[in-house]
Every structure is written in C-alpha cells, then in structure tokens.
C-alpha cells in the first residue's frame, strides 16, 4: 500500500520554472542566440550544469569549463535575484489544501528537487516544516531522468518505492519517477507527459483520495 507522497518543488509546489527560464534566456541573450518556451520544456528537472550544456549546444558555442562555471554561476545570480522576491503567496493553486488532505490521510512527504536552491526557496514559502524528508541538488549526484533524487527519497522515509507517489510537471521528473519504480502522477498536459501513470492539470484538480484509489489499482 502507499505509505509516501514525493513531490518535485518547480512547476508543482510553486513555479520557479519561469525564473530559470527567465535568467537562461538573458543567459542565451547575451551570448548571441535566444532560447524558447519550448526548449524550456528540456531544461525541467535537469541540473544547472547539464542545463547549461544543453543551452550551449543549442547555441552552437564550445567554450571552457572556467567560462562554463563563470556563466552557471551568473545564470544562478540572476534566478536567484528573481526567487528572493518569493513569499507564501507564490505557493501553486490546491498545493495547501492537497497538503492538509496528505497529513490527514497519514502519509509521509519527501521533496524531491534537483534543486541548490531548493531549501531556501521552502524557507522563504513557508513550507520547510511540510516536509518529513528534503533531497534537493546537494544531496545527489546525478539529476532527473536519473531516479536518484527520488530514491533517496524513499530510502530516508524508509519506505520501499512501490510504497511512493512522485507527483512531477516535467518530462525528464516522470521518467525519474518510473526508473525509481514509483507510481507517478504527471501535473501538466498528457500530450506531453506521456510516462505518467494519472495526469492532472494541477494538484488543484486532484484529491489525494483519488490519487490513493488510482496508485492502488
Ligand atoms: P538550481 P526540480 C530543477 O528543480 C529545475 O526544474 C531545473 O530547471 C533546474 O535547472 C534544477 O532544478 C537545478 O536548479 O540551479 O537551483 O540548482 O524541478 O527538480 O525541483
Ligand atoms: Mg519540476
């Protein structure tokens, strides 16, 4: 039976997403090319420094591993300009309410961001305390599609993955959440979320009661 709840921090407990696009975009800006919302879509879930040689290879730049650190570090210092600004306000339509419904019904909750940045940006939300286990960028070595993250996850609630629920928005955060061996629920459009076991457009338009009906099947 499922014991946990694993939830992603960008695009599902608030939307962080646009800062990173925001700050690779002025990034790819400046270097003399432009990144769409589109492209984005490939950047979700996946580490700074795998983002950034994504964003290079996109733009057709080779450069050295001292620029590369130089620019990640300058991508950071912008996102994290636009994240200081975040409050309880920025946390996403249903997140509270799906919380208090996932205490009530007893579950576990571990975050499971890829994410530096993720337990300062759970401070400044108000949301540390929601957690009974945080895995974010430093604590793994490899980001999403690998299942790390998520595995981590499970082994410091000590429950087994068949016993977790990964809810996610991005491709690559599916695909870790089934390469864990977990039920996952994809937040965002089945066109694009094709890996995931239930879709939804947001926790706002999900009960955990349907969630725990549908992981149990
Ligand atoms: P940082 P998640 C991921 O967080 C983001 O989706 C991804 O766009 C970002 O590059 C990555 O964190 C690393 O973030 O630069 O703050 O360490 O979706 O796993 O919560
Ligand atoms: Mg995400």
Request: glycine share 8%; charged share 25%; aromatic share 6%.
């Amino acid at each position: 039976s499922i014991k946990a709840f694993l939830f992603d921090l960008d695009g599902v407990i608030v939307d962080t997403a646009i800062y990173h696009y925001q700050a690779w975009k002025r990034l790819a800006n400046e270097l003399g090319f432009d990144i769409s919302e589109e492209f984005n879509e490939r950047l979700k879930g996946v580490s700074r420094t795998e983002s950034l040689e994504i964003i290079l290879a996109h733009g057709g730049l080779v450069l050295s591993d001292e620029k590369k650190t130089e620019l990640a570090t300058q991508k950071n210092g912008w996102y994290l300009e636009l994240v200081s600004r975040m409050t309880s306000d920025d946390i996403l339509p249903g997140v509270a309410t799906f919380f208090s419904q996932v205490r009530k019904a007893g579950l576990l909750t571990a975050l499971g961001s890829v994410s530096k940045n993720a337990p300062m940006i759970l401070e400044r939300i108000g949301m540390t305390n929601a957690f009974d286990a945080i895995i974010d960028g430093t604590k793994i070595s490899k980001g999403k599609p690998d299942p790390e993250v998520f595995t981590k996850g499970a082994d410091e609630l000590e429950v087994s993955p068949a016993e977790c629920v990964v809810f996610e928005d991005a491709v690559a955060g599916v695909e870790a959440g089934k390469r864990a061996g977990m039920f996952v629920v994809g937040l965002g459009s089945s066109d694009v979320l094709t890996q995931a076991d239930l879709v939804a457009s947001s926790l706002e338009n999900l009960t955990v009661e349907d969630v725990l009906t549908k992981a149990s099947n």
